[in-house]
């Protein structure tokens, strides 16, 4: 898995771009894509619904009205003007209106006054649309151009168009913030921003109230831990000369660059050590594990630790290779804060330096013969 991460950051490029043209040709295919927002057709045919809406259009001759058109402030005539209009819309296969039930040349007196009202009150004319579910996106809106802003529409064919247009627009947002987040996760996650990444804790040994000691488990996971001490004299006296840390912080330089970290590090990371040196790496940790008052010794994740600390060591030393003196060195930093001491040790107040110590002397060096 390794190899594949490293050959997408170096192929960053190229995965970029063919992240944009495959959005590019969903996007333009999107179009020939449709979708059946009638939610009868995804029933059961067992559904009671189903049956029901069967036996209507058995029953009734000619498709049910889904729509109802209302028009204010017009005449009969006028009325008729646009019940013509809506008839020629694309997708609507009926308009009913009040010429269907009389004579539109009749005087409306002459009916009567509950079938007008149905049909035209106070100049206002309603008329009851069937459109084809399959064109019910198109023609509502062309309805709507054709009656204008002004005048209203309902009925469930409405509502459907209503809601595909939300959802359509919605679903279009939805896909440009994903798109543009996924290229931006794509940017961030093909370059190596995090490299060299280094952890540091501070610990106070003297005191910790208010804090909450790390687990075992958690502290096995810090390479090396460092004794500062107190500062000699001469850092004592620059310490009080400069009373500012800001000034101090803006004096800070690098002497290193991240190219030259990474660099190191792969130097380190390849470099060859003789397996009489990893074996005594391997024996001093094993003795943490035998010692009387160990309770839990050295982990692997600690003798891999050790190995390549030793390794940073000898390549400060400026040296290729590692020799017992550099595991040596190094021993105590990398392995005191794993060791878990025994009630024994508390008692009998031995520190985890001690331990190490000790087994440094107990354990006789390898010796290696240069060729």
């Known amino acids: 898995m ?43 045919d067992d559904a009671p619904s189903t049956k029901a809406l069967n036996v209507m259009e058995d029953e009734f001759d000619g498709a049910i009205p889904n729509a109802r058109v209302m028009v204010k402030n017009v005449t009969q005539q006028q009325a ?28 409306l007196s002459m009916y009567s006054k509950k079938l007008v009202q149905t049909y035209y009150k106070d100049k206002n004319a309603l ?17 709507r151009k054709v009656i204008g802003e002004d005048n209203a529409m309902s009925g469930s ?36 921003w995090v490299e060299p990444f280094v952890v540091m804790a501070t610990q106070n040994p003297v005191t910790s109230g208010g804090t909450q000691a790390l687990p075992d488990s958690q502290l096995d996971r810090f390479m090396i ?11 004592q006296l620059a310490i009080l000369k400069n009373v500012s840390d800001r000034d101090l912080i803006e004096k800070v330089q690098p002497v290193m660059t991240i190219e030259d970290v990474k660099q190191a590090k792969s130097y380190v990371k390849n470099m060859q050590v003789n397996d009489e040196i990893l074996r005594y790496i391997i024996c001093l940790c094993e003795k943490t594990r035998e010692h009387e008052h160990v309770e839990l010794g050295i982990s692997p994740r600690g003798v891999g630790a050790l190995a390549e600390m030793a390794k940073s060591f000898a390549l400060c030393e400026g040296r290729t290779y ?45 010796k290696l013969l240069r060729k």
């Open 80 to 107: 008729l003007k646009y019940k013509e209009k809506l008839e020629a819309v694309d997708g609507v296969s009926s308009v009913t209106w009040l010429d269907d039930n009389m004579p539109y040349d009749m005087p």
């Open 127 to 143: 008329f009851s649309v069937t459109i084809d579910e399959d064109k019910i996106n198109s023609a509502v809106p062309a309805i």
């Open 2 to 44: 390794k190899k594949f991460y490293e050959g997408v950051i170096k192929a960053r490029g190229i995965i970029i771009l063919l992240f944009l043209i495959a959005a590019g040709i969903c996007g333009y295919c999107q179009q020939f894509i449709s979708v059946n927002y009638d939610i009868n057709a995804y029933l059961p």
């Open 322 to 366: 590692v020799v017992p003196d550099d595991v040596l060195a190094i021993f105590p930093d990398v392995c005191a804060h794993r060791l878990i001491l025994n009630t024994k040790a508390r008692r009998e107040n031995v520190t985890a330096y001690e331990i190490l110590e000790e087994i440094s002397q107990q354990t006789e060096k390898p």
């Open 157 to 192: 064919a409405v509502s459907t168009a209503i809601s595909t247009a939300s959802t359509v627009k919605e679903v279009r947002r939805i896909v440009i913030i994903a798109v543009v987040f996924l290229l931006i996760v794509l940017i961030i996650t093909t370059n190596s």
């Open 225 to 235: 831990c460092l004794s500062m001490g107190y500062p000699d004299a001469e850092s």
